[in-house]
Structure formats: structure tokens, C-alpha cells
Nanobody
């Protein structure tokens, strides 16, 4: 069992930066690929970024060059650094853990690959 708790969301202006963190419980964290997804009002949940236990990190084209994902296995955390935020980045951001192994980059972008989800943290970007 893995429990995930996100933090770091908030209200910012366009062009600002935010850093989301996801704290995981459970010593098996190191085995999991970790992902970030987001869901805006009235829209489906979409992939943002992910990172495998080996550091492979697919990024959505919509945030490539602005967002960076990282993980610290010693601290059992995964982070999402978001720079140059845009109003269209406004959404609830979810951290998720996948126990699929081995896992491909393609699979890491799919919500169905993730079995544990955090409660989400709101990010609002004003124009």
C-alpha cells in the first residue's frame, strides 16, 4: 500500500513558477514509476509528466520546456517544477504511483497504469 500526499499548489500569475511535491509512504516507493496528471474543470484527466525508478521521464508536449519532474528516493518524494505558468495550466494536479514493471515510456503516460493516487492540489494561474 502506498499513500501519496501532494502539496505546493496555489494561485499565481502567468509567468510565475510553482513547485509541487508529492510525499509517499511505504518502502516500496523506490520500485514505482511516479506520474503527475492534471484535470481542469469540464475536461478529462491528462498526463503531465512521469519518472521511472531509473530516471526516465516522459513529459507532455503541452508542458515540455517549462515543467521538470524529479524524484528523491531517499526522501520518498517526487516533485514537479513548473515554470512560465500559463492560464491553461490551471487544474487540479494529481500525483500517482504505478507498480507496473517493467514499464515503458508510453505506458507511463497512461492513467490506467497507476494504482495509487493522491488527493490532488489546485493550481490556478491568472492572466
Amino acid at each position: 500500500q502506498v499513500q501519496l500526499v501532494e502539496s505546493g499548489g496555489g494561485l499565481v500569475q502567468a509567468g510565475d513558477s510553482l513547485r509541487l511535491s508529492c510525499a509517499a509512504s511505504g518502502r516500496t516507493f523506490i520500485s514505482y514509476a511516479m506520474g503527475w496528471f492534471r484535470q481542469a474543470p469540464g475536461k478529462e484527466r491528462e498526463f503531465v509528466a512521469a519518472i521511472s525508478r531509473g530516471g526516465v521521464s516522459p513529459i507532455s508536449d503541452s508542458v515540455k520546456g517549462r515543467f521538470t519532474v524529479s524524484r528523491d528516493n531517499a526522501k520518498i518524494t517526487v516533485s514537479l517544477q513548473m515554470n512560465s505558468l500559463k492560464p491553461e495550466d490551471t487544474a487540479v494536479y494529481y500525483c500517482a504511483a504505478s507498480n507496473v514493471s517493467p514499464i515503458t515510456m508510453e505506458t507511463m503516460t497512461k492513467a490506467y497504469a497507476y494504482v495509487y493516487w493522491g488527493q490532488g492540489t489546485q493550481v490556478t494561474v491568472s492572466s
